[in-house]
């Protein structure tokens, strides 16, 4: 009896986690900009929109399987950071992220994690934090910028997936 209660639960256990879908990632092109994300299903054409100093902002987000997975690209239309330094350009992505805090109506953070970087480009900067919006969802970012653009690439949800997934998307901004 108790051989077949151990292997009835080791069957309900392997039923459970084969039938839980695991994202295929997917590489697809913001509109014409020549900058690319991951993504767990196709997250379509949007067009930008212009934030007040005139440069495009991109906003992408899909949900697979109760997580939402969402990207923010905004591409620095005029020379304005040229000639910053990846520290200076670190700092405007960090208040971006500040920004951004409030409109996603978060209210506890980690703290920032600097000193990521991108192998696909070493010329990039990335910071990573974890959030917890009002409604109690924990989220968690990664933000990437040089002198060209800046992307946050966010999850949200009940339940953040596996590390190796949130891997996966954070690390999936490719610039030019």
Do not use: C
Not at 129 to 147: L, N
Request: proline content about 4%; cysteine-free.
């Amino acid at each position: 009896m108790k051989k077949t209660t151990i292997l009835f639960s080791l069957f309900v256990l392997f039923t459970a986690i084969v039938s839980a879908q695991v994202p295929r990632f997917t590489k697809y092109q913001i509109n014409e900009t020549g900058r690319y994300a991951y993504f767990p299903s196709d997250p379509g054409t949007i067009e930008p929109v212009m934030s007040d100093d005139g440069s495009d902002v991109y906003t992408y987000e899909v949900e697979f399987e109760n997580t939402f997975y969402g990207t923010i690209m905004v591409d620095f239309t005029d020379d304005a950071f040229k000639e910053n330094s990846k520290e200076e350009m670190e700092e405007v992505l960090i208040s971006y992220l500040d920004y951004l805090q409030g409109a996603f109506s978060i209210t506890e953070t980690a703290g920032y994690g600097k000193g990521h970087t991108l192998e696909s480009n070493p010329d990039a900067v990335g910071v990573l934090d974890y959030w917890e919006d009002a409604t109690g969802e924990p989220w968690v970012i990664k933000g990437w910028v040089d002198q060209n653009s800046l992307a946050v690439m966010y999850m949200y949800s009940t339940e953040l997936p596996a590390q190796g997934i949130q891997d996966v998307f954070l690390n999936g901004f490719r610039f030019n």
